[in-house]
């Protein structure tokens, strides 16, 4: 099978990655890409928000599958133009994918569904915020009702940084605070079957002990050796199949991948919330440990025909990765910095390097081409190893302002406060 995959980070390289290993896959296009899909994939340059010229590009090259690797494609009706066009494609339509795009619509979703999330106030003034930060107290949850790429959310003890944070955007959604380990649970659905992913956790914050601004995600691992046995299919039955079922009730059925972000309460799960895409940099390590061929499985949601029951094989170890960084993300990262060191890495047993922000120049030279640089994966036979590998890997890249956590994978987070 052909495949046209759009995107350029890090997940996309870990999907390009993932579909190169599967036998039922012969090309691999993807758009734009950078310069890690170029060495496994042909890159195209493409305006992925441009449902047109996807189209003309995806008419042109006759993929089986278009797979649609970030939001801001779903969002601009990228998968409604290429299913209209006939060809079958992996994503959620743009009225299905406000999941994502609106907060509020989220929220919405969940409380039609009896999905258990957090109280919350969507809110439209100052005063509709200031009401809202009374009612809830600290710590703070504002988020930004649309899209911003990992950024929109602000959790704080500062009142003035939560209502500065409010000013900034149209309308937010404030929260009550969710005490407890974050997970991220993906499921893939035709519209109406699901099938869970391998739960696995991320780090958002910027910095150690989780310290700084929030960001797109600093690292990630899976398996989650200390997550109460059955989470998958738990999330499954309480958040993912409610979500789908309300949606599909709506006449926007969720084709694609439905990524929960949870947090583990004393009082139970949580939804934190919904992404409608794969997580980034989560999907490198579950897919590090997918065993099933992933061309299949996407294939059967993009085209309605997803077997109930399916359930994926998933090898055995950990894999763990760990973003690097450029100077000064997640503010406004600094590019063109020359990256070595990647070969050297990879000569590590059990590691091996995916490219995010990266781009070639007109000599070949590696450069940094965006706020996540690189990452670096490590597997081993459980955390601790591949924790090992991983950052024995991670110490050999050498590139100006290069920074990253030291502590992903490091301990099972603690347990949620008692009710
Ligand atoms: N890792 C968080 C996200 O993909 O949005």
């Not at 590009?57 to 797979?67: F, I, N």
């Not at 061929?293 to 990765?321: D, H, I, N, R, Y």
Request: glycine content about 10%; overall charge negative; aromatic content about 4%.
């Amino acid at each position: 099978m052909r495949i046209l995959l759009l995107g350029s980070g890090g997940r996309e390289h870990a999907i390009a990655r993932a579909l190169r290993r599967d036998p039922a896959v012969t090309v691999i296009h993807c758009a734009p890409g950078n310069a890690g899909t170029a060495e496994i994939s042909e890159n195209h340059v493409l305006d992925v928000t441009d449902p047109v010229a996807v189209v003309e590009l995806a008419k042109r090259l006759r993929p089986g599958l278009v797979v649609i690797g970030p939001e801001a494609p779903l969002m601009a009706g990228v998968a409604d133009a290429v299913r209209q066009s006939g060809l079958p494609c992996f994503g959620p339509d743009a009225a299905a994918a406000r999941i994502e795009g609106s907060k509020a619509f989220a929220k919405e979703i969940m409380a039609a569904a009896g999905v258990p999330t957090a109280a919350a106030r969507v809110c439209a003034s100052a005063a509709e915020v200031a009401a809202a930060l009374d009612e809830f107290g600290p710590p703070y949850v504002v988020k930004d009702d649309g899209l911003a790429a990992g950024k929109g959310v602000v959790v704080t003890r500062d009142r003035a940084t939560a209502e500065r944070h409010a000013a900034d955007c149209d309308r937010v959604v404030v929260e009550a605070y969710l005490d407890g380990p974050e997970v991220s649970v993906f499921a893939l659905s035709d519209g109406a079957n699901v099938v869970p992913l391998l739960p696995a956790q991320d780090f958002k914050r910027a910095y150690d002990h989780d310290e700084g601004p929030n960001t797109g995600g600093m690292g990630a691992y899976a398996p989650l050796p200390w997550a109460p046995p059955g989470l998958a299919e738990e999330v499954v039955a309480t958040v993912v199949r409610p979500a789908i079922a309300e949606l599909a009730r709506r006449e926007t059925p969720y084709s694609g991948l439905l990524y929960a972000g949870l947090a583990l309460t004393a009082h139970g799960l949580r939804v934190v919330e919904f992404n409608a895409r794969f997580g980034d940099p989560e999907t490198q390590v579950v897919l590090d440990r997918l065993g099933t061929p992933l061309s299949g499985v996407l294939q059967e949601c993009a085209m309605g025909g997803l077997p109930p029951g399916t359930a994926l094989e998933w090898l055995p170890g950990a894999a763990v990765t760990v973003v690097v960084a450029a100077e000064n993300y997640p503010g406004t990262p600094a590019k063109g910095d020359p990256i070595a060191g990647i070969d050297e890495a990879e000569r590590v047993p059990g590691a091996y390097v995916l490219h995010a922000g990266t781009r070639r120049d007109h000599e070949g030279v590696l450069m940094s081409a965006g706020g996540r640089v690189l990452n670096v994966v490590g597997v081993g036979a459980d955390i601790a190893a591949a924790r090992k590998t991983v950052y024995e890997a991670v110490g050999k890249i050498r590139m100006r302002g290069a920074h990253y956590r030291t502590d992903i994978a490091a301990a099972p987070p603690s347990s949620p406060s008692s009710p």
